[in-house]
């Protein structure tokens, strides 16, 4: 087996895949585990069809050999793997480091059964190390962000809110064409209480707060694969 947790995770997700499978396909380096994986699997025989969650799932799953559908086509799913930036105990999750939370999130509750796979490093006791991405549309930038602190102060959170940029310095774009606020909480006490307050202000289109939608997880480490939750 390979010595790269995220593989390992990302080989155990594959073996639920079932043939007939309609899959969402998540985003990130460990989800393109998951799509190159799969795309073995297809290539000898297997039959599914997939949902990418991003225009660059759609460059890796096309190259993979795996036939794809959308929503409009396929609107109910059997099965969504994907990454994560952090998950904790009770499968609640961060997502979004890659800028995909949106079409993530439209997805995985578009799926009867979200199973996560990561490297043990994801694994919290609280959420909220790492920053919060909070997808906003351009218009009305300053505004938002005003209503977007005071949500977040209202949730017993504080921290800084930071406009996600590019390497080159320009303001990193969503596949959706949105702007990413990354909010540096370091803790979340309360998600569902900071998820509704973020759903709650207009100019937010979504947040990276993924509650209630993950019904497995498959985290792997130095002690193995863990198996939180139901896989099948
Ligand atoms: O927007 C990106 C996604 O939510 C990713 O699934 C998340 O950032 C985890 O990515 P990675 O597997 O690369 O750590």
Redesign the pocket.
Known sequence: MSADP?RQAAARAVALVQDGMRLGL???????HFVDLLGERVRAGLSVVGVP??EATRAAAEAAGIPLTTLEETPELDLTV????EIDGRLR?????????LR?KIVAAASARMVV???AG?RVETLGRFPL?VEVVPFGLGATRRAVADAVTAAGCAGELTLRTRPDGAPFVTDGGHLILDAHLGRIPDPERLAAGLAAVPGVVEH?LFLSLATGAVVAGGDGLVLLGALA
């Open positions: 995220k998540g985003t990130g380096s460990t989800a393109a969650t991003s994907d990454g994560a930036d999750l961060i997502k979004g480091g890659g800028g995909a939370l993530e796979i990561a490297d994801k991405p990276g």
